[in-house]
């Protein structure tokens, strides 16, 4: 068991990593005196497997539970859905002190997340992250939002969990798909801060295909010891270091906007992102051909799509125009220097930014 200190002053907390570590968590809550209720966010297919080991691992600490479950879906993030789930919330807590559990991947993180930053102006809530990408990435450093129907997580705020506990043995239910949408964000790490990391990637991938929790551990470790790093720099984005954690999510969020959220799951829409990041890092000649290519073999290799389908040129464009790191007609991208090193870069002429995504179709 790895545990990782996100030093944010009053504000820290802990990242536990680990195999077979779900049965432990009441006694880390217990230790955090944070109230007496778990109100657990997830949904049926995660209650379904893991509920009974949740519910028994909380209980036997003391605590009382009730688990709300939303759907499946990046349609979970939505202000009607965090409407009705605050309508029970209230039912719920009469004479309880309540904190929220975030129980499920990337969608569950940032929907409970959310409701626990706006309900009674603020309520502690842990993260309990089931899917690769999110124990290397959402689940960490506070970012909580919701989708609107013009842009994704347009509606949000920067909200710190009490804890963030991964157990690797919860990923050996994942399916392919789901273990490739997370190892575009591990990969993301690689180019971004850890050139290391990323070679690793090339010899062990499928490592992480066969489950080895030892790879599991090390990459969940890796990850999360990254973005602690980051975050505790820059928590809230305002000196620029956190933003390079949005290397390829500019383009990347914009496939999923045009593609209505059901073309491209997130780490497809980020592997894309990323290599037409790449690309126009090539074009501006911060990187060569090489560099470009390994990053595009890396990612096709654990088969994760390096070709653009079923969206157009142009609603990517134009979702890209409401991303929120535009400020104003402005521009902003992470754009790659060398494998571990990248820089942001501002004012790109749409022309170039046009002829870099051409080349993905």
Sequence with gaps: MQTIKLNLKRRSYNIIVGSN??????????????GRDAYIITNASIKNKYGKALNKAIKQSGFTV????????EESK??????????DIVRYDKKKRIFIVAFGGGVIGDLAGFIASIYKRGVPYIQVPTTLLAQVDSSIGGKTAVDLIQGKNLVGAFYQPRLVFSDVAILKTL?????????AEVIKYGIIKDWQLFAYLEKKYQDIFSLKEPTLEFIVTRCSSIKAKIVQQDEREEKGVRTILNFGHTIGHALEVAGNYKVYNHGEAIALGMLVASDLSKKLKFINNETLQKIENLIKAVGLPTKIQKVSIADIIEAHYRDKK??????????????GMVKVVEKIPPKIIREALRKRF
């Design 175 to 183: 399916s392919l798909k789901q273990l490739q949408s997370g190892l």
């Design 78 to 87: 939505s202000i009607g859905i965090v409407s009705s789930v605050i309508k």
């Design 21 to 34: 570590i779900i049965k432990f968590l009441g006694e880390y809550i217990a230790k955090l005196n944070i």
């Design 66 to 73: 009730r688990f709300k479950l939303v759907p499946d879906a």
């Design 326 to 339: 535009f400020i104003g007609k402005k521009s902003k991208f992470v754009l790659l220097e060398n494998i």
